[in-house]
């Protein structure tokens, strides 16, 4: 990721995150599910920064996945753990027609990040992702405050990004 692709993803998380949040939080019924929404989507934009670069609307690339994270969401009324950002990801490669998931698990990124993250930053990835556990059930689990979780997540996703710009995979992903 280079300096206008971060600069990209800070500006649209400041212009349009309290919007999707609003959708979010009006769809799911849920505050906390509607947050985890909202960082669901800027972790796909994370991971696409590349192709969302070049898009003429990104407002719309935003709210269109917003809208492909609000039926997974919805899809399964009770919000399971099994196998969350493979699902998320399987949806959004299926409607954006971004890449194969196969690419984007040949890669290895979430693999590489055993190396890059600390063991409790990358057990948060996993709880958080994979396992599809909120920050209320992540700070349970981890004997933390919630907000002592979102932290924790903000961390992840600050390594996840410069991770992603040092190495360049994101840009195999367009």
Known sequence: ????????????????????????????QDEEKAKDAVQTVFFIALLKVGKLSKHENKKLWLFQTMSNVLKQFLYDKKYTKDGRLREILTNEVAEQGFCELYE???????????????????RYLIERFVNGRT????ANLF?????????????VLKKVKKYLKKTGKNNHLN
């Open 143 to 155: 004997g933390i405050t919630y907000s002592g979780a979102t932290s924790l997540g903000d961390r």
């Open 104 to 122: 984007f698990e040949n890669l290895g990124i979430i693999e590489d990040l055993k190396t890059v993250l600390r063991e409790r930053e990358y």
């Open 1 to 28: 990721m280079n300096k206008q692709e971060t600069e990209l993803i800070d500006k649209l998380y400041i212009t349009y995150s309290r919007e999707l949040y609003l959708i979010a939080r009006h769809r799911l």
């Open 135 to 138: 920050h209320q059930e992540i």
